[in-house]
Structure formats: C-alpha cells, structure tokens
C-alpha cells in the first residue's frame, strides 16, 4: 500500500471516520474507549490505538468505487453513511456503508460522468441543498473544471444523457 491516506471524520457521528487511499478502499472506523486500558485494544478485531484509553476498530470496507482520489460525507443525519467520491477517471460517484435493503441510503451508486475523463481534485457536497454536489476536476482546453451536479435530476436521467458531449440538463458548469 503506497500513496497519501487520507481521512475525513464524519459531520453526524462524532466518533467516526473515513480512511482511504492506497488500496483505495474506504474503511470505516469508530472510536471506542478500552473497558481495561491496561489490556489494550479486543484481540482478533482490527484496530489501532489513538490515545491512552481509545481505539479505532474496523466496522466496514467498502470496495466499490476502486479509484477513489477524494471524498464527501453527505451533510445530515438522514444518510449519515453516504459519500461522494471522486475518482481519478474524472467520475464521482455517490456510495456508503448501509446495505441497500437497510433503508440506510439515498442515492447510493449514481455516477456521475464528466464530458472528458481527467482525474477528480476535490468533491463536496452542499450543506443547505443535499441534492447538490460540486465537483474539482484538472483543467482541459474544451471543458470546463468546475461542475455543480444537482443528484434530483440526475437520478431521473438516462445514463447516456449523463455522459453525451454539450450542455446536461441540471447540471451548472464555470
């Protein structure tokens, strides 16, 4: 495993966190206070040691997006484990931890396609409008680097409206 990690604490659950890069998995982990601080951590579980008396402990690895570059939680309590991810084709796409008969998601595994593949820069959702993610991509001659994608009407749309050439219906570009 090689390459920047990085981590983004989730916005709704204090004690949780995303970590990728590398293998570009996203785990999730949760804080968890040891019940005998002398012991350490619970023995066959993964986890590591961030303080005196806590730990972090695997609770889930998501594969399904295997480029990821960066990521977005989703701003509220209604999904608190999707996340935008940006991938380094230029496709973000919105995926998380709760199985989708749970109830536990939104929009999980809409992809979003920009006109010309190029790597993603950054992703973030819209803490007012959560149907609205912005999206960071390199610059290239014929398109633009800034897209604001609006997930209400991509979600409605035929995946090839989604990645044909010209202006997309909800979707704002500078």
């Not at 749970?102 to 006109?115: E, W």
């Not at 409008?129 to 897209?147: C, T, W, Y």
Request: a neutral charge.
């Amino acid at each position: 495993m090689s390459g920047r990690w990085d981590i983004l604490w989730s916005p709704t659950i204090p004690e949780e966190f995303v970590h990728f890069g590398g293998d570009h998995n996203l785990r999730l982990f949760k804080i968890k206070q040891f019940s005998d601080p002398e012991h350490g951590p619970p023995k066959g579980v993964q986890t590591f040691r961030v303080g005196e008396a806590s730990y972090a402990t695997l609770v889930a690895v998501n594969t399904k997006v295997p480029s990821a570059k960066c990521a977005s939680w989703y701003p509220s309590t209604s999904q608190p484990y999707m996340l935008a991810v940006g991938q380094s084709n230029g496709h973000v796409t919105t995926t998380g931890f709760g199985s989708e008969s749970s109830g536990q998601h939104m929009s999980y595994g809409v992809d979003l396609v920009p006109r010309h593949a190029r790597p993603c820069l950054c992703v973030e959702w819209n803490k007012v409008q959560g149907n609205m993610i912005a999206v960071g991509l390199e610059k290239v001659r014929a398109d633009f680097s800034l897209l604001v994608w609006d997930l209400n009407v991509a979600t409605t749309m035929p995946k090839s409206s989604l990645e044909t050439s010209g202006s997309y219906r909800g979707l704002h570009s500078t």
